[in-house]
């Protein structure tokens, strides 16, 4: 359920009462927090099972806090979570947001879900992949300092990123011959050199590897041209070079549909594509569960393809 003092319990509940049937669910949280939700005992009765971990202090709780508790709670969750996948109990995993805030008083270092699970988990390659109705997008660099981000890129995290993206559309959607188009990081994809050089030092490289092994790669594009034409359908997938780059879009044209993917943990795992909204919590009457709802059907949609195949 994520932050307990998010919003995380709220859509939570409006979700899995909105989606009755569509999987055998279960929540990993507080059940005196999730009782706080208008509409918990239906999904009880609707056979929703609840892992409660009794984790939150239930006289000094608040919504919308950013405490060490919360954040210590979180990461239980997810610890929960991983014992649930490696016994084979659950096939796959919806995670609400968490405070980064919260999980570092509480003494963890982790700048988001993605970078708990490679710790954990230590996989191959891992891919952030952000979509919603309209775009679709894989990260090279993810919760990084804006400045950190050119000294990050590099061919051989482009290649395997744009590599990895590819696998998951042509594998995962269906798309037997996927395209994608790689953002420049620099303005004007730099002119030639002349804003920056990690097009023609980095990125460019990378596009002259994946374009000698696979068809239907492009760029370096400048970024906005390389979303417009994305969005007109031109190319399958966006390559963004830092987070903001991919974020922005996707939430312009689509945030109710928003969905965030992590390719190559060994397991399916989404997300909905916003934060706790500490600003909202308290009022559950404002949250709307609409991008959880679309992170909990591409999840069953890739269970399924993963039990088929």
Request: hydrophobic share 40%.
């Amino acid at each position: 359920m994520g932050d307990p003092s998010g919003i995380g319990p709220a859509i939570t509940v409006k979700a899995l009462n909105r989606l009755t049937n569509a999987a055998d669910f279960s929540v990993i949280g507080d059940a005196a927090v999730l009782n706080k939700i208008p509409g918990f005992n239906r999904i009880l009765k609707n056979g929703v099972k609840v892992f409660d971990l009794k984790n939150v202090d239930a006289k000094g709780f608040e919504f919308g806090r950013i405490r060490g508790e919360y954040g210590r709670a979180s990461v239980e969750y997810l610890n929960r979570a991983l014992q649930l996948l490696n016994d084979q109990e659950i096939d796959c995993l919806i995670t609400c947001p968490i405070s980064k805030e919260s999980v570092n008083l509480a003494g963890f270092n982790y700048s988001g879900h993605t970078e708990y699970f490679i710790k954990k988990t230590k996989p191959g390659p891992v891919v952030m992949m952000l979509l919603n109705k309209y775009l679709k997008f894989g990260l090279v660099t993810r919760h990084l300092s804006l400045r950190d981000v050119p000294g990050s890129l590099t061919p051989e995290g482009i290649y395997q990123v744009a590599f990895t993206t590819y696998k998951w559309l042509n594998d995962t959607v269906g798309i037997e011959y996927p395209r994608i188009v790689l953002c420049g990081l620099n303005p004007h994809a730099s002119d030639n050199g002349l804003i920056g050089d990690e097009e023609v030092k980095v990125i460019s490289p990378a596009a002259k590897k994946l374009q000698s092994k696979i068809k239907g790669f492009y760029g370096p594009l400048p970024a906005d041209i390389a979303i417009h034409k994305a969005l007109m359908g031109e190319y399958d997938a966006v390559i963004a070079m830092y987070h903001d780059q991919a974020l922005i879009p996707l939430k312009i044209t689509g945030m109710d549909s928003g969905v965030n993917l992590t390719l190559g943990l060994g397991f399916i795992r989404t997300s909905p594509l916003h934060g706790t909204a500490f600003d909202i919590a308290a009022e559950q009457s404002y949250a709307d569960p609409s991008s959880l709802i679309s992170a909990i059907k591409m999840a069953l949609k890739c269970a399924s393809i993963r039990k088929k195949a």
